[in-house]
């Protein structure tokens, strides 16, 4: 079985989440972003040279040309491989484990492995970044503390999702087996004043 979503993301670019359930026990989840824009490319470069080509007719030095370009294909390449990701996959073995895969603008594809056995529980975790934000993470055991967490580890590195679209399309369909804590909100996103999250049970 399969099925498709689209959200919007905390700064209002669109994510694709798609679902695919091989049985009961194997899922797959991708959160796909939109690809590198070639509008914000050409606006980004137009305004490193003609800064360059400003500064070149004060200094007349034609190192800041050669410079101005060499940083721009740099950035460009460092960014493409390091920063923009275009699609993410979790897929969830219960009998086996999770297995993260991020793939990126350059073709660059990371993938992690979590054992189930080491799997404590999946919360929504919250940071605050300009704004609070939620997102999804794994908490792994403490071999060494019964009770203990030794890491913890965000499912998805791409913009964060919506609370709501993150307990209701992620958490409940992706790691229903856990029946751990979850955050709650204590009053709506509609209603006057901030929210905050308040643990309960999930």
């Known amino acids: 079985m399969e099925d498709k979503m689209s959200f919007f993301d905390i700064c209002g670019g669109r994510l694709a989440l798609q679902r695919r359930y091989y049985s009961p026990s194997c899922r797959e989840f991708c959160v796909s972003s939109p690809r590198l824009s070639l509008r914000l490319l050409t606006v980004v470069t137009c305004t490193v040279w003609l800064a360059a080509y400003g500064l070149f007719t004060l200094c007349e030095n034609s190192m800041i040309l050669s410079a101005a370009i060499f940083v721009t294909l740099l950035g460009l390449l460092g960014y493409l491989h390091f920063v923009k990701i275009d699609q993410e996959t979790l897929l969830i073995i219960d009998s086996l484990g999770i297995q993260m ?102």
């Open 101 to 202: 895969t991020s793939s990126y603008a350059s073709g660059k594809e990371s993938t992690t492995f979590i054992e189930m056995g080491k799997v404590k529980d999946v919360i929504i975790n919250e940071a605050i970044y300009m704004k609070v934000i939620y997102y999804l993470c794994i908490l792994l055991k403490d071999p060494g503390e019964p009770d203990g967490i030794s890491q913890v580890v965000p499912v998805f590195q791409m913009e964060i999702m919506k609370f709501r679209q993150i307990k209701n399309c992620l958490l409940s369909s992706c790691f229903a087996q856990f029946t751990g804590w979850a955050v709650g909100l204590v009053r709506d996103s509609f209603q006057e004043g901030p929210m905050r999250p308040e643990p309960r049970p999930f």
